[in-house]
């Protein structure tokens, strides 16, 4: 059980704009950078966020990352049929002394 | 440019240990860490552990302590992972990533470890 969560699912129309979740607490999310994965089944994980907001070269505008206390979200604007995938979020634990993952979330483009 | 190619798939049976490698190209080995993370089939993202390549310091998951060891050859410009008795819990893909700056910006291919009787 993961101690970031996760919906397990979300799902949005092409150009639509979608939120994804994580919660957690003050030893992880409330205290440390958020990461932001996209993972195509069958493939490795991609970085899509990191340092809570950052986004890597390459990684289009439409995604975005943003942190609250000891909540974090994920925002893909303008849907595609390519943004189809597992997205994970996340954080070191200072209590666990370890990075901790989300439970992943579904994304589907209806 | 940059890569991380590590090495095949694995069967072992129950008990045994398998060591993964990951050899790192197109950067400067000693620069940066390295993270293994493993996802059991069907299954989300684990974080196993990290090495400062640099150093070898390394930092495990609660989860994975005292079954798991990262370890580095500069010469090789390769880090290992290394999990001792194996259970069938323990069948997933493992992946290493780099981390340069705060962010994990390249991931090997993934191997495939099976552990089966």
């Known amino acids: 059980q993961s101690v970031l969560t996760q919906p397990p699912s979300a799902s949005g129309t092409p150009g639509q704009r979608v939120t994804i979740s994580c919660s957690g607490s003050s030893s992880n999310i409330g205290r440390n950078y958020v990461y932001w994965y996209q993972q195509v089944p069958g493939t490795a994980p991609k970085v899509l966020i990191y340092r809570s907001n950052q986004r890597p070269s390459g990684v289009p505008d439409r995604f975005a990352g943003s942190k609250s206390g000891t909540s974090a979200s994920l925002a893909i604007s303008g849907l595609r049929s390519e943004d189809e995938a597992d997205y994970y979020c996340a954080a070191w634990d200072d209590s666990l002394s370890g990075r901790l993952f989300g439970g992943g979330t579904k994304l589907t483009v209806l | 440019q940059v890569q991380l190619v590590q090495s095949g798939a694995e069967v072992k049976k129950p008990g045994a240990s398998v060591k993964v490698s990951c050899k790192a190209s197109g950067y400067t080995f000693t620069s940066s860490a390295m993270h293994w993370v493993r996802q059991a089939p069907g299954q989300g993202l684990e974080w196993m552990g990290w090495i400062n390549v640099g150093d070898s310091n390394t930092k495990y998951s609660q989860k994975c302590q005292g079954r798991v060891t990262l370890t580095r050859d500069t010469s090789a410009s390769t880090v290992y992972m290394e999990l001792n008795s194996l259970r069938s819990e323990d069948t997933a893909v493992y992946y290493c990533?780099?981390?340069?700056?705060?962010?994990?910006?390249?991931w090997g291919q993934g191997t495939l470890v099976t552990v089966s009787s």
């Open positions: 990533a780099r981390e340069f700056n705060g962010l994990d910006d390249y």
